[in-house]
DNA sequence: TGGTCACATAACAGAATACGATATTCCTGT
DNA sequence: ACAGGAATATCGTATTCTGTTATGTGACCA
């Protein structure tokens, strides 16, 4: 069991969804949650609704597109695909995460000076 | 020269003045603003003024404590400190960051299926 | 037939950064 | 002595995103 909800920063789970679309291939939003949830090792749990919000945005941007279909339950679902464009954006995505990630870690990485403390 | 400004993300501007204040000592929003570029090695930019409001919030939330003074220079400036609250808060975060970034990783790392591709 | 789960849409609240305008004070060049 | 610019701060607004909650619909099962 996670220790708390992760709860997540601007924009990344935008990109999150990018990367699941990329690497699962077309899938439909309440797979697309369970699946980052899962891959997350349950730390992110993503409350329902939050996922579509995301969903209308990329495919507003033009990075996914989406078609009526059946999940495997037979039940109706939209399944969303990665495009063209939307590969590139998730490279560049995925550059800049890394490049914060860097910044980041220099930053925090700056020694304290040694203060008696609390 | 910077490749391009690198955006920062929700709460991280946050941190990372926390952060600088926990590592440097008592300084003024300019300095902090400073301090923050060229440790980020010049990536991060921070806008004029952008600084200000992180400092209102610590403030209002007890993390840091104001005290007007004089910089270097002999102008008129607020220096700033880090709290005992402010540091145990400082450590929830870098905590909370170090979760996400592992998260994110994993997320990111989850292997693309080979598409031909655009 | 009634309930619950899979799946979706919509709308608002809360929070934080980007950005631009403005004010003050000190320092430097001429 | 004066103009201009750098150091330093404040404020207000636009934008964007996640959290949250309410609501709707169709399948499956007891």
Known sequence: MPESKLGLLQGTLDVMVLQTLAAMGPQHGYGIARRIEQVSGDEILLNQGTIYASLVRLQHRGWIR?????SENKRKAKFYSITPKGRVRLGQDVAYWQRLADVM?????????ENGNA
Chains 1, 2 share one sequence.
């Open 66 to 70: 989406a078609k009526w279909g059946a």
């Open 105 to 113: 870690g220099r930053v925090l990485a700056s020694r304290a000076r």
